[in-house]
């Protein structure tokens, strides 16, 4: 089930309704319904890997228990290298088994020898990655005494399958949903209908923006050695603003959701492409699979402390890692660590917590150089961007080497003026919004209600005029 | 919250009927100034009448399409255009199942029929198609906004061709030998038989009769060539008794049994491309040796078939 799909469009507002109205004075029957409701959502998508998913949840709820009803740290030990085995085990499975099977054969075949491995006819389940590390990082939580185990199976289940998240995260924290969740709710008009806006804002920045760079964008990654150069820098700059729309619209939307039944979810996206340097891109760039590296594999492997060495190669594991999270390809392993060396001047000279707060803050305009800034951020985190959308790296070298070439300077064919406008109008409008949650919240209580009603309408118009067929999120595959 | 919805509802809705409206232009629904003969219908049509190789005509049938919307397409297209002189309207065994009578509900048909007709809907068949499904209704609403808006901000011309209201469908395949060695009751979808009677969508054929009479418009009612070994014709002595009782002052011109070699046809009820060509060139001699003014056209096709073969 889609976000931007018309069985959500019933789908939410039956389960608000139930929720709101029909278990509104019981807590429990709240959290079941959302947990039926979840489950529900993504038996939808594929209702065998709701098994995976059951089982996934079961196995953490026990051992979580395990481990802390532990007589010794070797028992602990024990039940949480179990949990992650298992865990790890599942995703390396499903996602990366036929990609070592094959670079390894691809290996062997180096030195002359024709190595036939097995691979698997698996299917990825949806949100694997994203529910794997939900669960990892609550027994994580639990193996260092951080939290205690959940002992209500349906608030864990509820925990791990909240579907607003499940499928595409953001990935919450047991400290901050999980308390968020055996609380009781209030309802609040207010809150909701901000969570309605912020809705609205990611069905425009997923259906309107990345749907329609999405068609543009295909055609010339299909085909990049038939393109100008010129071309090709538009195509990867249409592709920064499709993976924006598409997982912060998918992000809002989540949030957003979520706000409607009084669960506030961990902000995901923070204006990435206003940043000024690549430090300040990761902070704002899916925050929550950042700040889980940081927490649960940076800092565990020393973090910021023992010197520069140590930093650097901290950063590229973390970088390294975090390009194989996104996908079994030599891409996303590329990407990762071209991030990892965009990074490494500001790790080394100790830059990159130099721009922490939103840029022109309190300012309507940037400065020359804050403008230079966040072209030269933008550019780069663009060419990361052709390794991550490419299929190959070949293909990726293969564009890359296209827009540099001397058609580079040459006027595009066939340039997409009407996506151009639209990309423009969001960076506009998040420019104007951009110290706030989302832009939209920005319009209170500056500007008449006429004025914000018709700027709504005219984006509920823009997504019925420019809604393309429905595609699914990017990171869904992930 | 709820003034804003009633607000939204209210301007989405306007939109709808306003760019209807505008695009309710004569010019746009225009066709040749030549053109004398208009054939409507659904698939069988679509694919028989080569309009190319028949003078004056023009072949406006469509694939997968109820009576409802031939109707529409009658109305707007014979008020728009004075010169067409003569209907040809398509009145086939698969027209009284209930397999086609039942296109008017489906989704996947509205949805996509809506959107295309929508300009030359008034209320009452707004109302009427909104009966049938309202989900498709509703759903299709949305299309029809990005369409209409499309129309006119980009000032296209001529809705007959930009949304795609019919015409001759040059059918490639050629499968009649393959189905008659499998199984044809296993391969055959149409349900055709004597029980299985459903004359609901028939009414809109009375409804174009009415406009062509209005207009002084003559209307033939025609069933396109169906290879002989074509199941869907089990309910033969019902259609011949509705077109006796029904329509028995519209000419019936009958080409059921054109001879026609398997390799013309594209399955049993469709002809392929080469069927349409010989077909068409057939049917254009009939109508210049004056088929349309004959006492009993009727009875010169079963002459002239009956000379062919």
Redesign the interface.
Known sequence: MLFNS?HYLFFLPVIFALYWFVNKKSLKLQNGLLLVASYYFYACWDWRFLFLLIFSTGLDYYTGLKMYDAQNSGMKKFWFWLSVGINVGFLGIFKYFNFFAESFAGFLSLFGFQANFWTLEVILPVGISFYTFHGLSYVIDIYYDRIKPERNVVDYSLFVSYFPLLVAGPIERATHLLPQIKRKRNFDYTNA?DG?KQILWGLFKKVVIADNCAQYVNIIFDNPSSHSGSELVVGAVMFAFQIYGDFSGYSDIALGTSRLFGIELLRNFNYPYFSRDIAEFWRRWHISLSTWFRDYLYIPLGGSQGGTKMRVRNTFVIFLVSGFWHGANWTFIVWGLLNALFIMPAIIFGTNRVNIEIVAKDRGLPNYKELFQMFMTFSMTCLAWIFFRAKSLHEAFVYIKGIFSKSLLSVPGNLPKIEILLCMFLLCIEWYGREENHPLRAFEPKRSVFFR?GF??LL??GL??F?AKEQNFIYFQF | MSVFASILISILGGIIIVSNLMIDKKDNFEISKETQYLVLGHSHTEGAFNDSLILNAKNMARGGEHYFFTYLKAKKILESNSNVKAVFLELTNNHISSDVAGWINNSEKNMTNIPVFSPAMDFSDHRYVFRQNPYAYIRSQEIVIKNNLNFLLYRKKNILVQRDWGGFYANPRQKVDSLLKNNQKKILKDKSTEEDFDDSNLIFIDKIRSICRKRGIRLFLIRSPQHPKYTGAKNESKLKEIIKKRYSETPYLDFNNFPLANGEYADLDHLNFKGAQKFSVFFNSLVKDGLLESNDPEKTIQEKIYGYK
């Open positions: 018309i209908a309605l009603w709504y309408m509920i118009l019925i005029y809604g």
